[in-house]
Nanobody, 128 residues
Framework: QVQLVESGGGLVQPGGSLRLACSCTTSGIIVSINAMGWYRQAPGKQRELVAG???????TYADSVKGRFTISRDNVKNTVYLQMNSLEPEDTAVYYCNADLTTRPKYSSTPLYRDNYWGQGTQVTVSS
């Protein structure tokens, strides 16, 4: 069983900063974090990709956050971060962590299991 635990959301004034974190935990062993990303969903809007990072640290960003947000990962901690600077009211949304993971049982090298997982979401509100 895999869980993605998010933290770091909250209320911030326009122009402020927040850092989100998402940690992967499992009852087995994480063999590979193939990709991780942050999505967001504002009220009345579809969920959209904000930023993603691959196994080889290739990053991608939504045009609306380029130059303001930075995604990074800590492979030892199985954690991905989203540093958000120069926040705008339009960034207000629930932010969801997503991970493409390969796992295996704790006491066996097989089977390998690859699947896609979502966190529970964390609210980010940008308002004065």
């Amino acid at each position: 069983q895999v869980q993605l635990v998010e933290s770091g959301g909250g209320l911030v004034q326009p122009g402020g900063s927040l850092r989100l974190a998402c940690s992967c935990t499992t009852s087995g062993i994480i063999v590979s974090i193939n990709a991780m990303g942050w999505y967001r969903q504002a009220p009345g809007k579809q969920r959209e990709l904000v930023a993603g990072i691959t196994l080889r640290d290739i990053t991608t960003y939504a045009d609306s956050v380029k130059g303001r947000f930075t995604i990074s990962r800590d492979n030892v901690k199985n954690t991905v971060y989203l540093q958000m600077n120069s926040l705008e009211p339009e960034d207000t949304a629930v932010y969801y962590c997503n991970a493409d993971l390969t796992t295996r049982p704790k006491y066996s090298s097989t089977p390998l299991y690859r699947d896609n997982y979502w966190g529970q979401g964390t609210q980010v509100t940008v308002s004065s």
